[in-house]
């Protein structure tokens, strides 16, 4: 493991938090997770009927939901982050038993591992499958579109800084295509009345 | 809804607004339900790009973290079984010059390939339909569908690492290296990154596929020298000097 073992930094759990928060440090900090997490996080799943496969598809969705509970500052810390994962594994790896219908290894976890850490685990857990179905609508937004929204909220680029990473010659044409893919995303939204009032009430929580 | 209001709206969910600015906006959105439904389709929207991000940034660190892990994994086998008659070997020069000349002799064009071969998996969310043509194809290992889009005017840094992909799958080294080595100059152009490590990676093994390996060392050289870089531990587990002695042999 190379490059994990010379580029993940150590850190406490408030500093794992603080990274994740980071623009610059995130990389660092998810590294950080899958070295110090995953293997715990794979027996879990594997000791519960679960497959190699099964492990890794389960904890690609527990650190995605796990670093946007952070990035949302929706992590409140009553328990610490290893905690926190083993427990958001239990409760994914069971949606997803629940899912394939495999009712009896489902009892199993339900009775062994009935303690929860965080009574709003449930609610990471429903609110990720909410930013799933819009997942599915950014889908059909297309490819160039993804791009322009990607740059703008997820790396956080000026419409200047944007101009390196796309096909065109001038701020104002991509704040333009900015807003009309966001536009064409938020109209997909809105036909569908019933998942936009969901994600309405998950704002309204935070 | 009327285009000077919805920008005004999307500057406000992006927070661009001042706060005389925002105050207006709350006040319109303190009386107008329909705006209100607007602003959170705006957020939600915004939102889900951020979550797509992470989705895609975690799939890649995984997909890193499971290959370097697996490259780990196997020496420690050789290991175990080796490793004492490694130390007594070691020990004795004359062995180790008949190893030299042994593998002077057994380094071929193939066996290098096929130490730095890792055939590329095509990150996605696993579980989620996010795929478009391209990805579809790729995923099929329909090579040639890959490479009839990225043949297509505009092709972007992900249309041309994936052509260069399907080359190598055809077993066409020369072409995969024109497509990477199209996307790195471009990439330069646009002072972009994207696919940048990957390209990197696979224009070097598309020389040593290629029968370059003069060509391949130097950007192995540059991998190898770069910790942060995607194939850092990939370029390392691989031998150089078995490339040298394939540059030797040309």
Same mark, same amino acid.
């Given at each position: 493991?190379?490059?994990?073992?010379?580029?993940?930094?150590?850190?406490?759990?408030?500093?794992?938090?603080? /990274?994740?928060?980071?623009?610059?440090? !995130?990389?660092? /900090?998810?590294?950080?997770?899958?070295?110090?997490?995953?293997?715990?996080?794979?027996?879990?799943?594997?000791?519960?009927?679960?497959?190699?496969?099964? /492990?890794?598809?389960?904890?690609?969705?527990?650190?995605?939901?796990?670093?946007?509970?952070?990035?949302?500052?929706?992590?409140?810390?009553?328990?610490?982050?290893?905690?926190?994962? !083993?427990?958001?594994?239990?409760?994914?790896?069971?949606?997803? $038993?629940?899912?394939?219908?495999?009712?009896?290894?489902?009892?199993?976890?339900?009775?062994?591992?009935?303690?929860?850490?965080?009574?709003? !685990?449930?609610?990471?857990?429903?609110?990720?499958?909410?930013?799933?179905?819009?997942?599915?609508? $950014?889908?059909? /937004?297309?490819? !160039?579109?993804?791009?322009?929204?990607?740059?703008?909220?997820?790396?956080?680029?000026?419409?200047?800084?944007?101009?390196?990473?796309?096909?065109?010659?001038?701020?104002?044409?991509?704040?333009?295509?900015?807003? @009309?893919?966001?536009?064409?995303?938020?109209?997909?939204? @809105?036909?569908?009345?019933? $998942?936009?009032?969901?994600?309405?009430?998950?704002?309204?929580?935070? | 809804?009327?285009?000077?209001?919805?920008?005004?709206?999307?500057?406000?969910?992006?927070?661009?607004?001042?706060? #005389?600015?925002?105050?207006?906006?709350?006040?319109?959105? +303190?009386?107008?339900?329909?705006?209100? +439904?607007?602003?959170?389709?705006?957020?939600?929207?915004? =939102?889900?790009?951020?979550?797509?991000?992470?989705?895609?940034?975690?799939?890649?660190?995984?997909?890193?973290?499971?290959?370097?892990?697996?490259?780990?994994?196997?020496?420690?086998?050789?290991?175990?079984?080796?490793?004492?008659?490694?130390?007594?070997?070691?020990?004795?020069?004359?062995?180790?010059?008949?190893?030299?000349?042994?593998?002077?002799?057994?380094? +071929?064009?193939?066996?290098?390939?096929?130490?730095?071969?890792?055939?590329? =998996?095509?990150?996605?969310?696993?579980?989620?339909?996010?795929?478009?043509?391209? =990805?579809?194809?790729?995923? +099929?290992?329909?090579?040639?569908?890959?490479?009839?889009?990225?043949?297509?005017?505009?092709?972007?840094?992900?249309?041309?690492?994936?052509?260069?992909?399907?080359?190598?799958?055809?077993?066409?080294?020369?072409?995969?290296?024109?497509?990477?080595?199209?996307?790195?100059?471009?990439?330069?152009?646009?002072?972009?990154?994207?696919?940048?490590?990957?390209?990197?990676?696979?224009?070097?093994?598309?020389?040593?596929?290629?029968?370059?390996?003069?060509?391949?060392?130097?950007?192995?050289?540059?991998?190898?020298?770069?910790?942060?870089?995607?194939?850092?531990?990939?370029?390392? =587990?691989?031998?150089?000097? #078995?490339?040298?002695?394939?540059?030797?042999?040309?």
């Amino acid at each position: 493991m190379q490059v994990f073992m010379k580029s993940a930094a150590k850190y406490s759990d408030e500093e794992l938090v603080d /990274a994740i928060g980071n623009k610059a440090g !995130m990389n660092q /900090a998810i590294r950080y997770i899958y070295q110090s997490y995953f293997e715990d996080l794979s027996s879990l799943i594997i000791h519960n009927s679960g497959t190699r496969q099964d /492990a890794e598809d389960t904890i690609q969705e527990v650190i995605v939901t796990f670093i946007d509970v952070v990035r949302n500052g929706r992590f409140r810390g009553e328990s610490s982050i290893k905690t926190f994962l !083993m427990s958001l594994t239990r409760n994914i790896w069971l949606n997803n $038993l629940r899912k394939k219908e495999r009712s009896s290894a489902r009892d199993v976890i339900f009775e062994k591992q009935r303690e929860q850490v965080e009574d709003n !685990m449930l609610e990471h857990i429903a609110e990720r499958e909410k930013k799933k179905q819009v997942l599915l609508l $950014l889908d059909q /937004a297309g490819e !160039m579109c993804k791009k322009i929204l990607l740059l703008f909220y997820f790396q956080e680029l000026s419409m200047k800084e944007m101009l390196a990473h796309l096909p065109y010659d001038n701020e104002q044409v991509i704040r333009n295509k900015k807003s @009309k893919c966001l536009q064409k995303l938020s109209e997909q939204l @809105k036909n569908n009345p019933a $998942l936009l009032n969901s994600l309405a009430g998950i704002m309204k929580d935070k | 809804m009327e285009p000077y209001r919805y920008d005004l709206l999307e500057q406000y969910a992006d927070n661009q607004l001042s706060a #005389d600015e925002r105050s207006r906006v709350e006040a319109s959105l +303190n009386n107008d339900p329909q705006l209100r +439904n607007e602003l959170t389709a705006l957020i939600a929207s915004a =939102e889900a790009v951020r979550y797509y991000g992470i989705s895609q940034l975690v799939g890649e660190i995984q997909q890193e973290y499971l290959a370097t892990k697996q490259q780990a994994a196997r020496p420690a086998v050789a290991r175990s079984i080796f490793g004492p008659a490694l130390r007594v070997a070691a020990s004795i020069i004359i062995i180790a010059a008949a190893f030299g000349v042994y593998k002077y002799s057994s380094v +071929n064009t193939n066996t290098v390939a096929a130490d730095y071969y890792m055939p590329y =998996e095509l990150n996605r969310v696993r579980g989620e339909a996010n795929t478009n043509t391209l =990805e579809n194809a790729y995923n +099929n290992k329909d090579w040639n569908a890959v490479i009839s889009i990225a043949n297509q005017a505009n092709a972007g840094s992900k249309e041309l690492f994936l052509a260069g992909c399907a080359y190598l799958e055809l077993n066409q080294p020369s072409k995969a290296a024109a497509a990477f080595e199209q996307l790195i100059a471009q990439n330069r152009q646009t002072q972009n990154n994207y696919f940048q490590d990957e390209a990197e990676y696979y224009l070097a093994l598309s020389y040593i596929r290629n029968d370059q390996p003069s060509k391949a060392i130097p950007v192995l050289k540059k991998i190898r020298a770069d910790q942060s870089h995607l194939y850092y531990g990939k370029a390392h =587990e691989a031998s150089l000097t #078995d490339l040298t002695i394939l540059s030797w042999k040309k």
